[in-house]
């Protein structure tokens, strides 16, 4: 919703927003583009009398402004439906779905889009670092979205991405996720085959082949050409060959058997490789040549809080990254240790989204965390499993604690020169990284440089 309000401030219109506890970087560019946000759910806010009201899905019965707009019969729309009628209605609609790598793949195809000199507009569920910004109007006819699989609004409970109507389509993964909106792995799947409807004959869908879960959906009903990507082997059209051990930050592309060149960049990890595949792919139905894709991503710095490197501090690496699925919390963890050997990996780990709140992954946690060195999971009172229970097969590498400041304080005290502390989470975190950066310093200046 933050990347809607920045389009409609694009367009010309004076934005305010609701929402609560907002935290950068989203808060920032927020503030940056000068759209007013109101703390709280409050009904006096409607006394601004807008001509239009966009509603996300944070809204619900039972807040006071929705309540009050509906006693009103106050025209509304969700986010998706306003940006289908505003923005993409005459525009060449690149989207991007999955359960893993959304905002990766959408920033990359973005960027090799703008590299190309086509000035793509998109809106991205983080902020491209080449960009600075999650949205943007653009020129036509290229748009490049980020298609979320969650549900609309409190009064459309379909994904929101049915809305989209692309004309290139992505698809990366498909696992079971958002335990709060679905029952099981077969209602997300009947979303992406309603998605897949909405994609024309003269269309393209670009799909992970090695995804036993999208091949069932393709084979649902599907109307439109279709390309397939994968790490290695099976009968795709896109792969890479890399060495075995490969950390991935630099491996050769292949379409149709044909090498197109050697990516070297500043992404590592096998995911992270297939996305390039994806955004190569996706950018060559647009007209991009793979070759000028390759070159473009070259160049590509990465993605906010997608295993962003927030600091050194006492000889320490402090990591961010928005990983909270066990797919994505292995996968960014081997990216890491094949980026950094024998070096030590440690985890912290916040189980914050609603589908880890509701412990429905408890069971893949402890697999998902074994390439760490030592791991810690925040657990406040208000999760409602056992922590310590899903992760006792890691022995005494797990650490399970209810305290924000206790965290940072035990971190402090048993980092070393020479660590990587990778903090994961899909929310604020209380600001870990800043303090924990902070506390780092401090040690390092109270206690003076540590000899190499």
Known sequence: MGGVAALARAAGHRVTGSDQSVYPPMSTQLAALGIELIEGYGAQQLELEPDAIVIGNVMTRGMPVIEALLDRALPYASGPEWLAAAVLRERWVLAVAGTHGKTSTSAMLAWILEDAGLAPGFLIGGIPQNFGVSARLGAAPFFVIEADEYDTAFFDKRAK?????????????????????????????????????????????????????????????????????????????????????????????????????????????????????????????????????????????????????????????????????????????????????????????????????????QSALAGALEDADEVWLYAPASLRWDVRAAVASLGERAHVIADLDAL?????????????????????????????LAALSARLSTVGPVAS
Do not use: K
Request: hydrophobic share 45%; glycine share 10%; aromatic share 6%.
């Open 161 to 361: 991405f049915v809305h989209y109507r692309p004309r290139t389509l992505v698809l990366n993964n498909l696992e079971y996720d958002h335990a709060d909106i679905y029952p099981d792995l077969a209602a997300i799947e009947r979303q992406f085959e309603h998605l897949l409807r909405t994609v024309p004959g003269a269309g393209r869908v670009i799909c992970n082949g090695a995804d036993a879960n999208l091949e069932r959906v393709l084979a649902a009903g599907c109307w439109t050409p279709v390309e397939r990507f994968a790490r290695s082997g099976g009968a795709v059209q896109w792969r890479v060959e890399a060495p075995p051990q490969a950390d991935f930050s630099r491996f050769q592309v292949l379409f149709e058997g044909s090498d197109c060149g050697e990516l070297a960049w500043q992404g590592i990890g096998a995911h992270n490789a297939e996305n390039a595949l994806a955004a190569l792919a996706a950018a060559r139905h647009a007209g991009v040549p793979v070759a000028r894709g390759i070159e473009a991503l070259q160049r590509f710095e990465g993605v906010a809080r997608r295993m962003q490197l927030r600091g050194v501090a006492a000889g320490v690496h402090v990591y961010d990254d928005f990983a909270h699925h066990p797919t994505a919390i292995r996968t960014t963890l081997d990216g890491l240790r094949r980026r950094v050997g024998r070096e030590r990996i440690i985890a912290i780990l916040e189980p914050r989204s609603q589908t880890m709140r509701l412990g429905v992954h």
């Open 408 to 436: 940072v304080h035990e971190l402090v005290r048993r980092l070393e020169p020479g660590d990587h502390a990778l903090i994961m989470s899909n929310g604020g975190f209380g600001g870990l990284h800043t303090r924990l």
